[in-house]
């Protein structure tokens, strides 16, 4: 997002060397004064800004709810977890306390429901181009998967169908994701005119 290593800004690490934070209610963030390339397309380039998924870059500060949140970083609109995937949110047994699903700034489900949430993020964002679209406007979108970060979970459609596993039915389900949004940009006439990126954060 920042172009910039996470440890620069105080993002990597507390007591434990690879959390910055261990829970939601923890106070601090993402660095105000940080530029993400969000900002720097929507206010420079004409840009809208879309993000769906998973944040973990911290909630609230000390005095003020959602501080951290993506639409203080750039983003139009968000839909998303502020939290992040966590055995605490193990399908059907998700947590309260850790498993939330946000809309901008506005708490949708606590728990979320695992089940369905690739589905419900995908469609996130092929409505977020197909509006961009419609305007006529440039538009970066941000999409970070919970897969294949456990807990592991699938949709009906994507449970027991792969050889390899639980991992492989998360493996097959990010893919068929990806596929439909590649899919959407395609059917909309930009694929030829869209930079995609696909990194991953953690190696797995």
Not at 172 to 193: A, H, K
Request: hydrophobic content about 35%.
């Amino acid at each position: 997002l920042t172009g910039r290593l996470a440890h620069r800004f105080g993002m990597t690490a507390n007591v434990l060397p690879w959390r910055v934070f261990m829970m939601p209610c923890q106070p601090g963030g993402f660095p105000p004064e940080e530029l993400t390339v969000a900002e720097i397309l929507r206010d420079n380039g004409g840009y809208t800004t879309g993000m769906s998924g998973k944040w973990h870059l911290g909630i609230n500060n000390l005095t003020h709810k959602g501080a951290h949140l993506p639409l203080e970083h750039g983003f139009d609109s968000w839909l998303g977890l502020p939290y992040t995937n966590m055995e605490a949110c193990h399908e059907g047994e998700e947590s309260a306390f850790f498993c939330m699903l946000m809309g901008n700034h506005t708490l949708i489900q606590q728990p979320f429901h695992a089940q369905n949430m690739t589905s419900q993020l995908t469609t996130h964002s092929i409505d977020f181009i197909r509006n961009a679209v419609a305007r006529e406007k440039p538009f970066f979108l941000l999409h970070s998967y919970m897969h294949v970060h456990t807990a592991l979970f699938s949709s009906p459609a994507f449970t027991n169908v792969s050889e390899g596993g639980p991992f492989g039915d998360n493996v097959e389900e990010m893919d068929d994701s990806v596929g439909q949004i590649v899919r959407e940009l395609d059917e909309l006439g930009i694929e030829n005119n869209t930079v995609i990126f696909f990194t991953s954060d953690n190696g797995n």
